[in-house]
């Protein structure tokens, strides 16, 4: 029978990338997590001095979405964090087998020292070139996605990010000279999924579909020139960056659940009406 209360690691693994994906919160001891510092795609770290009646509290009170907790090997911690959650109404689980298992089963993880600052709210705040087009909606995705769901994206004129960067304490993405730019013929997207160790089959297939549609590699695959379409329209349908962000959101969630679970599928016309001919 299963737990109660509980989410197993392939069950949340499904959900992950998703707009369905829960709140990941790492209760794991500090000791526990310097040794193993790697976290769960979009995971939110709780110290133990976090884990008071009054913290959960606030911690309640600021979540809407469902919440898995997550500690080393899916005990008190994580237990008696998510029953705490559950008292102040929020939908949480605690994994199964906790952060052990997931390793075990091979699972992404990704490593929180990659993101280099963060606000004052634990929000980790990037800036671009503003009229973003694929790679400059492709990796906000991404980073929402699968790094931090609470992500700050800044739109400002080119000759500006730098100087932005510098001035407001966020990272530069998606511009000459920058570490998360293109490298070797790889676009940013590509980028962010190597540095934060993010390699997966459906993540991969996205990722040349999109440096072909932004490196105008159209005979990478034949969806290039899809997204490219998609993109460009998106680009003349909103003058408000951030609003073409949110648009762009659900244009990648639909091609990230096409390249993890439909890829073998088909549609063809007339339908099988099961009519004799």
């Known amino acids: 029978m299963p737990a109660p209360d509980a989410i197993s690691c392939e069950q949340l693994a499904r959900l992950l990338g998703t707009p369905k994906a829960p709140v990941i919160l790492d209760v794991r001891r500090e000791t526990v997590r310097a040794k193993d ?7 939110r770290t709780l110290s133990e001095s976090d ?15 469902p919440v898995v907790v997550v500690c080393a090997e899916g005990h008190q911690l994580s237990q008696g964090t998510a029953a705490f ?17 997931w390793v075990a089963a091979g699972l992404p993880l990704i490593d929180p020292g990659k993101v280099t600052v963060r606000d004052r709210q634990g929000r980790s705040l990037w800036v671009t070139r503003s009229r973003p087009k694929i790679d400059r909606i492709a990796c906000p995705w991404l980073i929402r996605r699968f ?8 739109f400002v004129a080119p000759a500006e990010v730098e100087d932005v960067a510098a001035r407001f304490g966020a990272m530069p993405f998606d511009i000459e000279g920058v570490f998360w730019s293109h490298r ?12 934060f160790g993010l390699t997966t089959p459906a993540l991969d297939r996205l990722a040349l579909i999109v440096r072909g549609a932004d490196t105008a590699q159209l005979d990478l695959a034949p969806e290039c020139a899809g997204l490219l379409a998609a993109s460009l329209g998106l680009s003349r349908m909103y003058s408000d960056d951030l609003a073409q962000l949110e648009a762009g959101m659900a244009l990648y ?11 073998d599928e088909q549609h063809n016309w007339p339908t099988n009406s099961g009519k004799a001919k």
């Open 51 to 65: 884990l008071t009646a009054e913290h959960i509290r606030k911690i309640a009170s600021e979540i809407a979405e």
């Open 147 to 154: 790094i931090d769901p609470r992500a700050v994206f800044l």
């Open 253 to 263: 969630d639909a091609f990230y659940r096409w390249a993890r679970d439909a890829t």
């Open 37 to 43: 510092p790697r976290l769960l795609p979009g995971a």
């Open 184 to 195: 070797d013929g790889l676009c940013t997207f590509d980028v962010l999924i190597s540095e």
């Open 85 to 101: 959650l559950r008292t102040e109404g929020v939908h949480a689980e605690y994994l199964l087998g906790g952060q052990a298992v």
